[in-house]
């Protein structure tokens, strides 16, 4: 049968909604959800389901799906798990298009069999499963609310994507207390079909959403969501809650959702690869979203801080750094604009300090000159309770200006004291002003509009990838597949990389002295000798090794003396030949790789090299393919990045060659299905314009 | 006159108090202190003074200080700065013992000299000054609110000390509409006698003050308030706010009250050092302080969380992380307690998920379970507002098993939801249970109750110094004055090292070929020589330098060869001699460093060496006397601690020779006085057992 693939707007828009287990019994979800659709204000068709037939609140209860005398567009699933597979198979005779399998009991406590039965089933049929496990959808612009959680939702421009139900439906109660306004709220459960890209895909577009809130648990088709969470975040702000930041929430969340949590660094890296916007809690989020929808996008990264209390500026102050929101620091402009609010002992320099004594009046001036002047974009409005503050006239003041200029410049308050204080917040809070208790709240609420706007005006930049001898590194694959290997021989792994156009050290094996001789000329000197056989493990203890061999005469010397060396300590060794290699020049150690993340797929790596990766972890990640500037955001984002630009006199190094070492690596693993992991370590970067050399390198297959 | 030195005590319970600066002008001040005084109920006596006599509230007003029949314990001045030295003479006319001065335009605004003129004054009377700058002080145990903040302060178990006055007035409101009781709050202002040493030499046995609130700008006199903070923190909960943590806040800091903020990296390490809780934001210091006051000590560091949502629970746990909460693993003991208070489909894990089926009942009988457990120190309970959620009967249960156990065994709630789950909190709240709307607040707070369980159980330790040769260094300091040099000179820094009993590398400077030679025999090979000419900066490049010289062969050879190529390259040059100095075997270098910081006196320091310093920071700081405890924490706390525990196979590293060579450069810098500065970089580290060598050392001297 062929796939309908039904657009998702059925799902967000359905025409009509059936009920499969809709119940009698006002305690059951089967009867939550029924009740929801009617008393919601659904303005489709509701067809309640369940063999008992009968009426929920005075509504007609079909005995079956082929008994509803219509389509169906969308059917709820809150039957047992066991029961649930039947309730597909009628809803593909119906052709119905979207099925919410509200029903637990599948892959969450390992059922995965029959979670993939049903969705096989389902596609087969050109239908498409949300769920199972899930509380089911909520949608504004048809006023459906087909969860099983709180009825009267607030229509609005926030759409909340959950992984987790319980989470999903205590949210839906949260916003309606913080008078946040959804457009849509859907739980997407075990994501055996639709996943967080198919809703993306269609609230990248969908205009009463402004905001996207996303609680994730585990990532999956990573890829795809990597795809259109970067073209989602440059249209709107995307929120992201990701748990399992820590290695035992992580452990607790694999136990919870059964998948297996990728380390959180790998996570956040690729977010902010994303433009994706992550809070720490839930709060926090919220806290966000409440305002980002009606916050406009500012012109540039100006920011000034006004108070009357020093302590309160200082504190904003370091919350600004902790959340990258630049503050304006020109002294004449700022002495110019604010000088008549303030006493001679207030403080015109950023944080602006009107002091204690500032009046209503003396912000309504502060305001409206920081608000005119085109030279401070965005606004930190902080205030003491004193002895002097005017709750009414304070609200009314704010109220004025923040009606002037909310379409054109952000203004955030914060303001901290007693009851005077608290009713002029609950005013400013009715009106939407986003006013928060805490300076430090206030200012992370700048930082989500500061990291939009980046999105916003940062170009994308156009994804690069390299020129790769493929056929060559397939066939090395091929090779060591053949032999039954899932790891490559380090000469193999050193061909990989060379065909993917990353220097190496020259190095080649000679078989008698004139063959070194001649493999010393061809290298260049100095060169490193090392005997090759498979007898002598620990060369160096043999004697077995020579470094830094300047010339000819030392070439002849070196070889005579290690086959000498060998002779009289492992006189049964069966000597093959000589390694002659370049010697390694020394330079800064890093650390490139790359592999294929299960929830991501193919990610790159780099890093400060030696023991320093396992202790400092001082590393980043980023999905591929990306764009030139996405390496080089990935190299300046590591601490040691200052080591590349050249410290305590020394010379800056070769990033453009560290980046497209990168881009290589990353290309190598994209193209070659067969390998899983390349990690070069080190990779030895020289001064700039003298390129990388890759030392030492492990390739590991895929499994076939 | 003789310093009389009052007792502390008569600040906090004054028998009197006079108001110099009474005013008849409601809006002022001066009005402001006398009617919170009068009308916040103060069992004492109250003469407010004005030149202009009268009545305020009714209560005589005194025309002059002198004209008081009756002895003053306390005087609040609120008086113009100018005529303040003249109330404060009159003041000591009276034999006031402390003196409060509300008035500002002193040091916060350049004018230091008559700030000290007031304070000498003061202090050669016997009296002792609060303030400048203040907004004064309330003290529950004689109902005293002489501020001129909010009026009605809720007696309470919180003691605040506050360098900012408008932070502490607005505090006051809040603390007020959080219901947060109070002992005392009080602002020290600009410092200029009496400060948080003073005050928490009180605080310390006040019984009233279960809990210490401190915001703090920047330190003074830091060698006491260490002292001081770490007796008080072994008693009772000392939370912070230091505001200027970052950059740009520092820098603020510095312009807002006039002192240089130090580097926040030191604070928060003598902060950790010291036992004190550190908030980041004043409203998580507020949380802290509500429930801190009444929660147990718990008896361990077990901790689980029950949830009835997964996602709660892994969120709970990354914040346990976050926070240093343990969280209980013995998974036997997990199940036999909570397998009764779950569907098969939760898990028994921790964190416990009872499934979003859990109801009242359920959370009823895992909490008791929990509380009952002996092996189980703490518990986070944290509920998702879902379909069978029960506000009446949720907040009933929770009441009842807290009640129990409120002393006994900490617990915290955090509930995630709509209306009913805000009724639940609203009830909870005023039972003052500890519940809050986020996990990550609720599990902040328990992180501050183990961050005081710890200060209790873990032995303060001995304070250890070295024993250091005094007078050789001495000497050496003395020759560098002489030469008017502020810096001491390689060798001269590596005589006082070694007076330290710190091992460096041996050196000697030869003046002709036997002595190199006998020299060299000395040291034991392999030794390094080096030309000694002040005409030769750059040994290296005139070939002045020999590396690895293996026996008195090679010793003579390179003699002659430095001398030969001295004498070809720069024929004009004095040569002095022969360095012939120890080689340096390879080791991990460190860097150890002692120094005179301007808030806390006599700070050590140790981090990784080498370039590492600059770039990656990996530092840490203690103030200096300390105990060999103080000293191993503050080594295992940078990030590379794990190098010297022995990675990838080396050797676990001399950890003791380097916690000894800390105190032996603390001792240097604490005992002679003339040293501001001392840097070991690098201190190379062997394997344990082969010491330390302090390879390059910078000393420097103090002013004056």
């Known amino acids: 049968m062929k796939n309908r693939n039904p657009s998702i707007k059925y799902l967000f828009e359905p025409r009509s909604i059936a009920i499969i287990g809709a119940s009698h019994n006002t305690n ?15 303005a489709g068709r509701v067809y309640p389901v369940n063999p008992k037939g009968g009426q929920i609140l005075g509504h007609p ?3 079956s799906v082929e008994s509803i005398g219509d389509s169906v567009d969308v059917a709820c699933v809150a039957v047992p798990a066991k029961t649930v597979f039947d309730a597909i198979k009628s809803c593909a005779e119906k052709k119905i298009k979207f099925v919410i399998i509200i029903s637990s009991g599948f892959s969450e406590v390992g059922n995965i069999s029959e979670e993939r039965r049903i969705v096989s089933y389902a596609r087969a049929h050109g239908m498409r499963i949300v769920g199972p496990n899930v509380f089911g959808i909520y949608s504004s612009s048809v006023l459906l609310n087909a969860t ?16 987790s139900g319980a989470i999903g439906v205590a949210m839906i109660g949260k916003t309606k207390i913080e008078d946040i306004g959804l457009s849509t709220i859907i739980s997407v459960g075990n994501k055996s079909d639709i996943s967080e890209v198919d809703l993306l895909d269609y609230l990248i577009s969908h205009k009463a959403s402004k905001v996207i809130l996303m609680y994730i648990e585990g990532i999956e088709a990573g890829e795809k969501l990597v795809k259109v969470l970067k073209m989602t975040t440059r249209k709107k702000p995307v929120l992201v809650i990701k748990s399992g930041r820590s290695k035992r929430g992580a452990l607790a969340a694999a136990s919870h959702t059964g998948s297996l949590a990728g380390e959180d660094k790998v996570f956040d890296d690729i977010a902010k690869q994303c433009g994706v916007i992550r809070a720490e809690s839930i709060q926090e989020a919220l806290d966000w979203c409440k305002f980002l929808a009606n916050s406009p996008t500012p012109k540039g990264e100006n920011t000034v801080i006004v108070t009357n209390g020093g302590g309160l500026g200082v504190l904003a102050a370091d919350a600004c750094e902790k959340y990258s929101v630049h503050l304006y620091d020109d002294s004449q402009n700022l002495k110019k604009t604010f000088s008549g609010a303030m006493p001679e002992f207030g403080s015109a320099k950023n944080p602006v300090d009107l002091t204690g004594e500032a009046t209503a009046e003396d912000y309504d001036y502060a305001l409206g000159a920081a608000l005119r002047n085109r030279n401070i974009h965005s606004i930190a409005c902080l205030s003491c309770e004193t002895a002097v503050f005017d709750a009414d006239e304070f609200t009314r003041i704010v109220e004025k200006r923040y009606a002037d200029y909310k379409s054109a410049k952000p203004i955030v308050f914060s303001l901290f004291g007693g009851d005077k204080v608290e009713t002029c917040m609950t005013s400013l809070k009715k009106s939407n002003i986003p006013v928060f208790p805490e300076v430090y709240e206030a200012t ?5 509009i500061y990291s939009h706007y980046r999105n916003r005006v940062h170009p994308a930049g156009t994804i690069e990838t390299a020129n790769i001898d493929t056929p060559h590194i397939e066939s090395v694959i091929n090779k060591a597949r053949e032999d039954g290997r899932r790891f490559l021989l380090s000469h193999e792994a050193q061909s990989i990389i060379r065909a ?9 094996i000679a078989h008698n002295l004139d063959e070194a001789a001649n493999c010393a000329e061809g290298i260049g000197y100095p060169v490193v000798m090392k005997v090759t056989s498979k007898d002598i493990i620990h060369k160096s203890d043999v004697g077995g090794v020579a470094l830094d061999l300047e010339n000819k005469d030392e070439v002849i010397d070196a070889y005579e003396a290690i086959l000498h060396n060998c002779r009289a300590h492992r006189p049964d060794a069966l000597v093959e030949g000589m390694e002659v290699s370049e010697m390694i020049e020394p330079g800064i150690e890093t650390i490139v790789g790359a592999r294929r993340d299960r929830g991501f797929g193919p990610i790159v790596m780099f890093g400060l090299g030696g023991i320093y990766v396992e ?11 990306l764009s030139r500037e996405e390496v080089m955001n990935m190299i300046s984002e590591i601490h040691s990045y200052p080591l590349f630009l050249g410290v305590r006199g020394g010379e800056k190094k070769d990033i453009d060659a560290m980046a497209g070492t990168i881009i290589k690596v990353g290309t190598v693993l994209q193209q070659c299905k067969g390998i899983s992991d390349i990690e070069i370590n080190p990779l030895v970067v020289y001064d700039y314009g003298e390129g990388v050399k890759a030392v030492d390198v492990r390739i590991l297959l895929s499994e076939s």
């Open 28 to 42: 059951k979800i089967g009867y939550l959800v029924v009740e929801n659709i009617l008393l919601g204000g659904y």
């Open 500 to 508: 993917a156009g990353i220097p190496t050290p020259r190095s080649y």
């Open 444 to 448: 992370s609420f700048l930082g989500a």
């Open 61 to 63: 209860v079909y005995k």
């Open 615 to 625: 202790i400092l972890r001082d590393i980043s990640f980023r999905a591929f393919p």
């Open 148 to 163: 099983f959680g709180p009825r009267d939702i607030k229509p609005g421009n926030v759409a909340i994507v959950t992984q």
